[in-house]
């Protein structure tokens, strides 16, 4: 771009230079259109051009007015060649600054550029009297202009109050600037602003320029940043609500070792509804969960939350996976029709070695064996909470002694540039190789899924170890069996066998006889109300004593109040006194299971 000719170049010049030298009117010595550098003494004129307007083939004076106007053309508007390029640039609204060689010497400024940071000397150089231009980080990019010979843009870039007067402080002092004040002597801007600054290279007097352009952004980046503000502000509540409505501490079971993992999404994402719960059902058996609420921000985190709390009441009444997944199913549609989630509910039972498990819609659950072998979960056994209309199935899979299951959402195995199936097989190289206590293997597979704190997803794994005990950990781990045959005599010998096996495993006199009365009043009721086949185990952990009775009948048994003057119906109230906890709940295959729990001293 030549600057000193851009005059010349504008629209309709020409035309009305040689419609004037066509009707015998010399044209006017045109204005200096050039800007000055330093030292400069001359000075390059606008162009002239030459026009035959076709009406001047016949000698006829149409399309002009007597006034030497052309036809169309308002009275009281000057030509365009009687402006000057400095008449232009300086009634721009816009901050105009054109420089000059390689120091970037000053040569014109406009009104609004002095109005906003205060004149400027001629030939002075940029890096010395324009600090603004310093804070907006300009000087690297008209260096590059200067080289390339191609404009750049930069947006939105801020420049402070305090350096907008010139710099002639003493070196290492900041100049002072009050709102309406000045900086030595100079102008300064009333408040901080932003500036969107194009650089244009251009030819001033035979040598290499810039033409600076700057648009005061300064209300649309603070608009941008009170939205930032604000959404940062949400997520922060969301982020807050989130981890509110995840457990604080996780149960630890008896069985089991358990460790998992939150993480939000980066600053660029609304938080998800990811969530996950282990409960304690009771009889060594424990209940884990993880689903994602398809939805983002304050919302999905309180849907998040009434689901997480219904699981966990809906886990009390110990029912199957596929049970506890269709009320589920039918309450998340009552909360939000609009929100669909996913979810996978299992339960471990240390006496079979597997999760029995439901998914709606989930992601299938990995375990990775002993040597170091992975298994996948069969697909998902229902479609995803609140569509309704579909009965839920369970499905099982190994978890032995040694075993690790993994449980997660999607944030951590999907990604756009690839299927999600593939981000599952690569979770499931990961868990292969993933070694050491839970905690550990949470650490290991978010690492090596490359998640980071700009993810762009809600994370959330569960892990959880069956481990191999051995040694004196082995000792405090015994079960032990009777099948009940007969008829009324199974219950001396069911106390006989109680009596024996506490005694072996050594446990207190108060506590085995406590033990013998609870196995007494359980067998009885399973004899009187029960049907064959029915069975006593019991179980010893390092933490509890657990006596169960399975029967044939699916009739859960109720505790009530028995009068003073009835024979019977004390067996339950005795078992739920004497214990630290008991339940019921029904078994695959019709049949019930009753159990109670007493606490091991320390």
């Not at 000698?59 to 009275?75: F, K, N, Q, V």
């Not at 070694?435 to 597979?445: A, E």
């Not at 051995?470 to 781990?477: I, R």
Request: hydrophobic share 40%; aromatic share 4%.
């Amino acid at each position: 771009m030549n600057f000193t000719r851009w005059s010349a170049r504008l629209p309709g010049t020409q035309r009305r230079i040689a419609a004037r030298t066509g009707s015998g009117d010399s044209p006017a010595k045109p204005r200096d259109n050039s800007v000055r550098s330093p030292g400069a003494t001359s000075s390059v004129p606008a162009a002239r051009g030459e026009f035959e307007r076709h009406g001047e083939q016949h000698g006829d004076r149409t399309g002009e007015h007597p006034d030497g106007r052309p036809d169309g053309e308002p009275a009281g508007i000057p030509a365009l060649e009687e402006l000057s390029v400095r008449d232009v640039l300086g009634g721009l609204p816009a901050l105009v600054a054109l420089v000059y060689g390689p120091d970037h010497r000053v040569a014109y400024v406009n009104d609004a550029y002095t109005d906003a940071f205060g004149p400027r000397e001629p030939g002075t150089a940029a890096a010395e009297g324009c600090p603004e231009l310093v804070e907006l980080g300009l000087m690297p990019l008209m260096d590059q202009v200067l080289r390339s010979g191609k404009p750049r843009t930069v947006k939105s870039r801020k420049v402070l109050a305090a350096t907008s007067g010139t710099l002639d402080t003493p070196p290492g002092t900041l100049p002072h600037a009050s709102a309406h004040g000045s900086v030595n002597g100079s102008p300064t801007v009333a408040r901080d602003g932003s500036y969107t600054v194009t650089c244009t290279p251009v030819e001033t007097s035979g040598s290499g320029g810039v033409l600076i352009f700057a648009a005061d952004v300064t209300d649309h980046a603070e608009a941008a940043e009170r939205l930032r503000a604000s959404e940062r502000r949400l997520r922060e509540t969301a982020v807050a609500l989130q981890r509110s409505l995840l457990p604080q501490e996780l149960e630890q079971p008896d069985d089991l070792r358990v460790a998992a993992t939150y993480q939000p999404g980066g600053t660029d994402a609304a938080v998800g509804g990811d969530w996950y719960d282990v409960i304690t059902l009771g009889a060594g058996r424990t209940a884990l969960v993880i689903g994602d609420v398809m939805g983002r921000g304050v919302r999905a985190a309180a849907v998040m939350g009434q689901l997480r709390t219904a699981v966990r009441a809906y886990a009390r009444l110990d029912l199957p996976p596929h049970e506890v997944l269709q009320l589920l199913d039918g309450l998340a549609a009552e909360i939000d029709p609009s929100q669909i989630a996913t979810c996978v509910y299992a339960v471990h039972d240390p006496n079979e070695g597997r999760l029995v498990y439901a998914s709606a819609g989930h992601l299938p659950i990995l375990v990775r064996a002993e040597d170091g072998t992975v298994a996948r979960a069969a697909d998902p056994t229902g479609p995803p909470l609140g569509t309704g209309g579909w009965i839920h199935t369970s499905g099982t899979i190994d978890l032995a002694p040694g075993s690790t299951a993994v449980l997660y959402t999607d944030g951590l195995v999907e990604r756009r540039s690839e299927d999600i199936d593939e981000g599952v097989a690569s979770l499931e190289r990961a868990l292969a190789g993933a070694k050491g206590s839970p905690q550990v293997v949470c650490d290991r597979l978010i690492r090596a899924m490359g998640v980071t704190a700009e993810h762009d997803d809600d994370v959330a794994v569960l892990v959880l170890q069956h481990p191999a005990r051995t040694g004196h950990s082995a000792e405090l781990f015994h079960n032990a069996a009777l099948d009940l045959l007969g008829g009324i005599e199974a219950a001396p010998r069911a106390r006989a066998f109680a009596s024996g096996v506490l005694s072996s495993w050594r446990f207190p006199v108060e506590l085995k006889d406590l033990g013998v009365l609870a196995t007494s009043e359980l067998v009885a009721n399973s004899l009187q109300h029960g049907t064959p086949p029915m069975r006593l185990r019991l179980r010893r952990t390092d933490r509890r004593l657990i006596i169960e009775v399975t029967d044939g009948d699916d009739h859960l048994p109720l505790r009530r109040h028995a009068e003073p003057a009835d024979e019977a119906g004390r067996g339950i109230s005795i078992v739920a006194t004497i214990a630290s906890s008991w339940g019921s709940r029904r078994t695959p295959g019709g049949g019930k299971a009753v159990w109670c729990e007493f606490a091991l001293p320390h």
